[in-house]
């Protein structure tokens, strides 16, 4: 499986702005897809997750101001992030599981300015 995100940038504080990923290769294995963050100095933390399982998860400090969602096929995944605040700051990653491996995209960069 490989991903390519795309998206995020710089946003001011309070403002929206997307992320895209587009999974390509055998995603018929995938079971979970999302996106993770990684700030500077800190460790790489889930952000958002759909699960063929347990359908969609959200860490406590994104819950309500992000959306993910997939498309039927789970080719993609989207996450919209509204009222976005300096500490969203970092690195987003598209995520793709199967039974047995972690996939990465590239990262993508949203700085969110105060």
């Known amino acids: 499986v490989q991903l390519q995100a795309s998206g995020g940038g710089l946003v001011q504080s309070g403002g929206s702005t997307s992320l895209s990923c587009v999974a390509s290769?055998?995603?018929?294995?995938?079971?979970?897809i999302g996106w993770y963050r990684q700030a500077p100095g800190k460790q790489r933390e889930k952000v958002a997750s759909?699960?063929?399982?347990?359908?969609?998860d959200y860490s406590d400090s994104v819950k309500g101001r992000f959306t993910i969602s997939r498309d039927n096929a789970w080719n993609s995944v989207h996450l919209q992030m509204n009222d976005l605040q300096p500490e969203d700051t970092a690195k987003y990653y598209c995520?793709?599981?199967?039974?047995?491996?972690?996939?990465w995209g590239q990262g993508t960069l949203v700085t969110v300015s105060s």
């Open positions: 995520n793709a599981q199967t039974s047995r491996i972690h996939y």
């Open positions: 290769g055998s995603t018929f294995n995938i079971n979970v």
């Open positions: 759909i699960s063929r399982d347990v359908g969609i």
